[in-house]
């Protein structure tokens, strides 16, 4: 960015300068940081994307019966994928207020933008995942989608009161964990969209809503996104976001070393990573079951275990140098993320098709269904090292098309419909 600055005339002069620089700043370095760290946790999810389509194995990764150190390290990172989508996508609505950008336009792309994610989501990315149509779930779009159209509303309170409120959430929604949907009659399953896991009917042994992510926890997340954006706004915000993340992590220790409060007691989903921790035969096991914290719906550990590091990481992405080839490869992904989300699921699911094929595996339960729906057949799968090798080809054959994107937008930045995209 070429930006030229004349001596100033007068101390009023010379203030206006000193906020014009800092302003660059924020759109160029602050941004880039961001940018890098979305792309990183992006390339992560295409692993463990790869992971799903790719695999043999009829356990999952967090089953302590039967994974491996190598297996649940493959998961565990993926982790942090949705937690920082929803920090970062807060803290962006906030970063635009520094742009020009008013409350009130803040506000509406916040819900316009929602509703559109809500909608690709239960089209786009149900088909991308399935190859079947109607396939009614609440994925990570979904979620993101409504925590946006809540934001539009939230963000209008006083920051305190906003971040209060995020922090609540995240901090108290496992206190709802006891509540069981069957108490709300026939609509147990809006409770579950707001803070469950699992398969509720809407029209009974004919249609079924699968709730993946459910809405109460990471609108938390966003609100505390929300937040952190008005927070790096400030300036000087590198050591206290730092600060904040180690926090976040020793929290995160402290409550998992000592069975404290925080990871779903009750097992909303069922699932073995439900609970505290314990001593396991060997070692890298008991590593596994310290680090097993529910994603689904995410308990306070979860969310502590990923957020803590995500802060001190994004924080680091503001001292490097974000010319160097690898921090320019994950920027440039980092900045078309729904481009990338969208296209990362048909190349995945169509790679394993073809690879079925090839490999003479069987196909059909991926043209309808997937691992979404489908049970792994007999005789299909394969290993970790395969899996990691094509989720490095996705993502070296995604890189061209997100950079040409990236152009794309960065030459129509005029067009207001380019946000959307």
């Given amino acids: 960015m070429n930006v030229e600055l004349q001596a100033p005339a007068s101390p009023i002069d010379a203030l206006r300068q000193s906020l014009r620089v800092s302003k660059i700043k924020l759109q160029s370095t602050r941004l880039a940081s961001i940018d890098i760290l979305r792309g ?35 998961r565990f990172v993926s982790h942090f ?12 609505g906030s970063l635009a207020l520094s742009q020009g950008k008013s409350i009130e336009q803040v506000s509406k792309f916040f819900w316009t933008r929602g509703l559109w994610l809500v909608f ?39 920051m305190r009161w906003l971040v209060g409120l995020g922090a609540g959430i995240v901090v108290g929604h496992n206190l709802l964990d006891s509540v069981n949907p069957a108490v709300f009659g026939k609509l147990a399953g809006l409770w579950m969209i707001l803070h469950g896991h699992g398969v509720f009917w809407i029209v009974r042994n004919e249609t079924f809503f699968f709730v993946l992510f459910p809405l109460i926890p990471w609108v938390g997340v966003m609100a505390l996104g929300f937040g952190l954006g008005t927070l790096i706004r400030a300036g000087n915000w590198r050591k206290r976001v730092a600060a904040i993340g180690v926090a976040l992590t020793v ?53 502590l275990m990923t957020l803590g590091p995500a802060l001190i990481a994004l924080a680091w992405f503001d001292t490097i140098d974000e010319e160097h080839w690898l921090a320019r490869f994950f920027k440039v992904l980092g900045r078309v993320p729904l481009f990338f989300y969208v296209l990362h699921i048909y190349l995945v699911h169509a790679m394993a098709v073809w690879v079925a094929f090839a ?12 691992p979404m729906l489908r049970l792994i057949p007999q005789g299909y799968g394969h290993g970790l090292p395969f899996i990691y090798a094509m989720a490095f080809v996705a993502v070296l054959l995604l890189y061209p098309a997100c950079k040409w994107f990236m152009k794309i937008k960065e030459q129509h930045r005029d067009k207001w419909w380019m946000s959307y995209l």
Avoid at 52 to 61: A, D, E, I, R, V
Avoid at 82 to 90: D, I, K, M, N, S
Avoid at 264 to 271: D, K, V
Avoid at 359 to 370: A, D, E, K, N, V
């Fill in 40 to 74: 990183i946790v992006m390339v992560l999810m295409v692993l463990d994307h790869t992971r799903s389509f790719f695999t043999g194995l009829k356990f999952s990764p967090e089953d302590l019966a039967h994974t491996s150190g190598w297996l649940f390290f493959t």
């Fill in 81 to 92: 994928c949705a937690p920082v989508f929803f920090l970062l996508a807060g803290a962006g």
């Fill in 120 to 158: 690709i989501d239960l089209t786009v990315m149900a088909w991308g995942w399935t190859y079947t149509f109607p396939f009614w779930f609440s994925g990570v779009l979904w979620a993101i989608g409504w925590s946006m159209v809540a934001m539009s509303l939230l963000m209008r309170i006083p």
């Fill in 251 to 303: 929290a995160f220790a402290l409550l998992r070393i000592f069975h404290l409060y925080g990871n779903s007691q009750s097992s909303l989903a069922g699932g073995s990573a439900a609970g505290a921790w314990s001593i396991q035969p060997t070692l890298t096991l008991t590593v596994v079951s310290f680090f097993n914290t529910l994603k689904y719906p995410p308990s306070l550990q979860f969310l």
């Fill in 359 to 370: 490999f003479h595996q069987p196909s059909p339960w991926l043209l309808s269904g997937g």
